[in-house]
């Protein structure tokens, strides 16, 4: 495999791991064309949607190498490896790495893995401050933290059993729901400001904004298809605390 | 500002910061992003309350948002993305969702509706919002490198 074919095949690897960490699809087009034109391609021409990246490059020697990865997780957000992938464009542009030192690079900044305390802290802080902020009181924080606790596990255990994020959804805010009612019997807490504060957690805020954006900038296939997932996510939520609430009869 | 008000502003800011790390956002930005989202917040509760419409109040704080991300992003030499969607987060309408479905699931549909057409106010000023927004700042950007490209080749 000749250089170029190896530096598509990283740049293809820089294009994926945004879209998985949550970056919209202007910024995967632009980073992966940017880089291209960098390593000496003459014409880049980049298609992302959610699920596929296509990408030919034209070189001044006259070759043409057509890469496409196919995408199948979603909805992951993870801003340090954006922020690091941008960096890593930005150096590039200016001088572009050896491909050893990019493969090096980008396997580096894919292994870095979310801290789980991090995110563990995040979760409750999130949930806790957003059950207050829609009207709870100090005992609803605590117990929408409590659950935010038990969301955190199951998305670190439950989420690879599962199909796909929809299902996911689906059981973990059942699951979820479970929990706030059985605990709403035994303590005076207002289960709807519990479930609004943990909902926030489930939300998929990141995908529909972005969706939204790519709808009315112009990607509109992209936005499409990511506004749907989002809907369908939502619902997913909505269906899972539905359940919940009439299974245990607090309404 | 009444103390309902003072709480809610710091519960921003709190729930800001918690998704900033639940994002995973390194440390040196969660401070400067979950503030931002309590200044939409304040933004968003003033405008509606001498107003009392949700639609333009939350337009401006997502105006608010999509600038001071911009802003920040240039300064700090990382994506806009990551400020403007922490900045939002307080205006995102949880509430509102979850009573227009528990009503509707318990067949109150007038007040399910009420909340419903909340729920697509909060959605539709925050979509126009950051897409107006962007694409001013977008179109103020390229005419400026238009304006300075002009300005170097007269030079």
Same mark, same amino acid.
């Given at each position: 495999?000749?250089t170029e074919n190896?530096m +598509?095949h990283q740049l293809?690897?820089v294009?994926?791991l #945004?879209?998985?960490s ?5 910024r995967?087009?632009? /980073?992966i064309s940017?880089?291209g034109?960098? &390593?000496g391609?003459k014409?880049t021409?980049?298609? !992302?949607?959610t699920s596929?990246?296509?990408v /030919?490059?034209t070189?001044?020697d006259g070759?043409m190498?057509t ?6 997780? =979603?909805?992951?957000t993870?801003?340090r490896?954006?922020?690091d992938?941008?960096?890593?464009s ?7 790495l050896t491909v ?8 580096r ?6 801290n789980?305390? &991090?995110?563990?802290?995040g979760s $409750? #802080?999130a ?9 709870g009181n100090? /005992?609803?924080a605590?117990?929408a933290?409590i659950v935010?606790?038990?969301i955190c596990a199951?998305q670190?255990?439950?989420a690879? +059993?599962?199909m ?5 959804n689906?059981?973990c =805010?059942?699951?979820?729901g479970?929990i $706030?009612? !059985?605990l709403s019997w035994?303590?005076?807490?207002h ?6 504060g943990d909902i926030m957690?489930l $939300?998929?805020g990141v995908p ?6 790519n709808?009315?900038i112009?990607? /509109?296939?992209s936005?499409?298809m990511?506004?749907?997932e989002?809907? #369908?996510?939502?619902?997913a939520i909505a269906c899972?605390?539905?359940? =919940?609430?009439?299974i245990?009869?607090?309404w | 500002?009444d ?5 809610k502003?710091?519960t ?6 918690g998704f900033?790390m ?5 440390p040196?930005?969660? @401070?400067? %992003?979950? %503030?931002?989202?309590m @200044?939409g917040?304040?933004? @968003?509760y003033?405008?509606e309350a001498?107003?009392g ?10 105006f @608010?948002?999509?600038l001071y991300?911009?802003l920040?992003?240039?300064?700090r030499?990382c ?7 922490i900045?939002?987060?307080p205006l ?6 979850y009573?227009m479905m528990?009503?509707a699931?318990?067949k109150?549909w %007038?007040?399910?509706r009420i909340y419903g057409?909340e ?19 977008d179109f103020?950007y ?11 080749s007269?030079?």
């Open positions: 495999m000749n190896r +598509l293809m690897h294009g994926e #945004l879209l998985i949550g970056a919209e699809i202007r995967v087009e632009e /980073t940017r880089m034109k960098a &390593y391609a014409e021409d980049v298609f !992302v949607i596929s990246i296509v /030919t490059m070189f001044p070759e190498l890469q496409t990865r196919r995408i199948r997780t =979603s909805g992951g993870d801003f490896k954006i922020e992938l941008n960096a890593l930005r150096r590039c542009c200016e001088e572009p050893e030192e990019l493969r090096a690079e980008v396997n900044i894919r292994d870095g893995g979310q789980s305390f &991090y995110l563990l802290c $409750i #802080l949930a806790g401050g957003l059950t207050v902020f829609f009207g100090v /005992t609803d605590l117990m933290a935010a606790v038990c199951m670190k255990w439950l690879p +059993l599962c796909n994020t929809v299902i996911f689906l059981f =805010s059942f699951l979820a479970l $706030i009612c !059985v035994f303590l005076p807490v289960v709807d400001k519990i479930m609004i957690l $939300i998929p529909f904004t972005n969706a939204v954006r709808v009315l112009g990607d /509109t296939i936005g499409l990511r506004l749907v989002s809907i #369908l996510w939502a619902g899972g605390f539905v359940l =919940s609430v009439w245990t009869g607090v | 500002m103390e309902l008000a003072i709480i502003t710091v921003a800011f709190l729930g800001s910061l900033g639940v994002f995973n956002m390194r040196r930005h969660l @401070f400067l %992003a979950a %503030a931002g989202g @200044f917040w304040i933004i @968003f003033n405008l001498s107003t419409d949700i639609f333009s109040a939350t337009l401006c704080a997502s @608010f948002s999509v991300g911009e920040l992003a240039r300064i030499h994506p806009a993305n990551l400020y403007v969607i900045t939002l987060i995102i309408p949880g509430g509102s969702l009573y528990s009503n699931v318990q109150h %007038a007040v399910s057409s729920l697509i106010m909060y959605a539709l000023g925050l979509a126009v919002g950051i897409c107006l927004m962007s694409a001013l700042l103020l390229q005419l400026f490198r238009r304006v300075k490209k002009l300005s170097d007269r030079k």
